[in-house]
């Protein structure tokens, strides 16, 4: 597995009282990006930019959010490609081969991204928004959410954010219960990704199923990120910055609590109610 983050020698510039300006050379840590190709039965079906790290997860994520699979059975073998390797002649831990069970269905051309997708990308190359719409299959349980929960969350994330701390240039998503109970967290170079990171988790430890929970992201609330939690059933999303038209929109028809700009002492609530 490659690095999560390194460091590269910068020069920092910063502007004087009287308008001089000096500098300073010093190493800087950064968020490393690395692509990881994802195979189902030994068919290419996505490369996406990533943090290296919680790889399986990852795919899991990746293949449920895509409605490929409903739960962690469904895979039967998920390994790193042994012919992946560097100019060093070392495995790159950049491709990774999943088996689904045999009782799965494979799925069509027309439902893959068959793309190279960056680190900020969601649903770039899906084929349509209306087939993404159509894979949801968990019922989403209503949450009323009170204000000082909702604050108190994003905070609790960054709490779990270590690469954060170190490089100032990663995302995180955090699972929590309805009453604010730590769940997990992951940090990745692309939000979609980290959420993808926690959802395969929760798939791996058979928690997926349960209801009420809430997911919070250190980004913005695209729509991807809501067919995301709507997918796995989240009750509520919470971002920290902006939501899109169509996150709102599939939140309210999803019956999901999605609140966005949640900073400090505010937060706009744009779907679902809060508790009295």
Do not use: W
């Amino acid at each position: 597995m490659g690095r999560l983050n390194i460091s590269v020698p910068i020069t920092k510039v910063v502007r004087n009282a009287d308008g001089t300006f000096s500098t300073r050379k010093r190493g800087d840590a950064v968020v490393a990006e690395e692509p990881l190709e994802i195979r189902l039965s030994g068919a290419t079906i996505t490369t996406t930019m990533r943090t290296p790290g919680h790889d399986i997860e990852l795919a899991h994520g990746f293949l449920h959010s895509e409605g490929l699979i409903r739960a962690a059975e469904d895979v039967s073998t998920a390994r790193y490609c042994a012919g992946a390797t560097g100019p060093d002649g070392q495995n790159t831990y950049n491709v990774l081969d999943v088996q689904t069970a045999s009782y799965v269905r494979a799925p069509g051309l027309e439902n893959l991204r068959l793309t190279t997708t960056n680190s900020a990308c969601g649903v770039c190359g899906s084929s349509s928004i209306s087939s993404i719409m159509d894979k949801s299959y968990r019922q989403i349980q209503p949450v009323r959410l009170a204000p000082d929960l909702i604050l108190s969350l994003p905070e609790k994330l960054r709490e779990h954010q270590v690469q954060f701390r170190k490089t100032g240039g990663i995302h995180a998503a955090g699972v929590f219960e309805s009453d604010g109970t730590f769940v997990v967290a992951r940090e990745d170079i692309g939000r979609h990704n980290a959420a993808d990171k926690v959802i395969g988790h929760l798939m791996l430890e058979d928690s997926l199923e349960k209801p009420g929970r809430i997911l919070v992201m250190s980004s913005r609330a695209s729509f991807e990120l809501v067919q995301k939690a709507m997918m796995a059933g989240f009750s509520a999303l919470i971002a920290v910055s902006a939501p899109s038209s169509l996150a709102i929109e599939l939140a309210a028809e999803a019956g999901m609590t999605l609140v966005a700009f949640a900073r400090e002492d505010r937060f706009n609530l744009y779907a679902g109610e809060l508790a009295e």
